[in-house]
C-alpha cells in the first residue's frame, strides 16, 4: 500500500506560481511512476503530468512550458511547479502512483492504483 498526501495548493493571482507537494508513505516510490491530474467542478479529470524512475516527464499541451514535475527521492516526494497560472487551471489536483517499477512517464488514468485526496488550486483572474 502507498498513501499519498498532496499539499500546496491555495488562491493564486494569475500569472502567479504554486508549488504543488506530493508526499508518499509506506512505501518508497522512487522507482515508481507518478503522474498529477486535476479536475475542475463539472469536468472530468484530466491529466497533467507524469515522471518516471528515469525523471523522463510528459506534459499535454495545456501546461507544457508552464508546470514542471520533478522528484525528491530523498524525502518520497514528488513536486509540481506552476508557473504563469491562469484561470482555466483552478480545479482540485490530485497526486496518483502506479505503485509499480516504471522508467516511463504514464499519462493513462486508469494505470494509476493509489491516489491522494487532492489540494485546491484557485487562480483568480
Known amino acids: 500500500q502507498v498513501q499519498l498526501v498532496e499539499s500546496g495548493g491555495g488562491l493564486v493571482q494569475a500569472g502567479g506560481s504554486l508549488r504543488l507537494s506530493c508526499a508518499a508513505s509506506?512505501?518508497?516510490?522512487?522507482?515508481?511512476?507518478v503522474g498529477w491530474f486535476r479536475q475542475a467542478p463539472g469536468k472530468e479529470r484530466e491529466f497533467v503530468a507524469a515522471?518516471?524512475?528515469?525523471?523522463?516527464?510528459f506534459y499535454p499541451d495545456s501546461v507544457k512550458g508552464r508546470f514542471t514535475i520533478s522528484r525528491d527521492n530523498a524525502k518520497n516526494t514528488v513536486l509540481l511547479e506552476m508557473n504563469s497560472l491562469k484561470p482555466e487551471d483552478t480545479a482540485a489536483y490530485y497526486c496518483?502512483?502506479?505503485?509499480?517499477?516504471?522508467?516511463?512517464?504514464?499519462?493513462?488514468?486508469?494505470?494509476?492504483?493509489?491516489w491522494g485526496q487532492g489540494t485546491q488550486v484557485t487562480v483568480s483572474s
Open positions: 496518483a502512483t502506479t505503485g509499480l517499477r516504471a522508467g516511463r512517464p504514464i499519462i493513462r488514468e486508469y494505470e494509476y492504483n493509489y
Open positions: 509506506g512505501r518508497t516510490f522512487s522507482t515508481f511512476a
Open positions: 515522471i518516471g524512475w528515469s525523471g523522463s516527464t
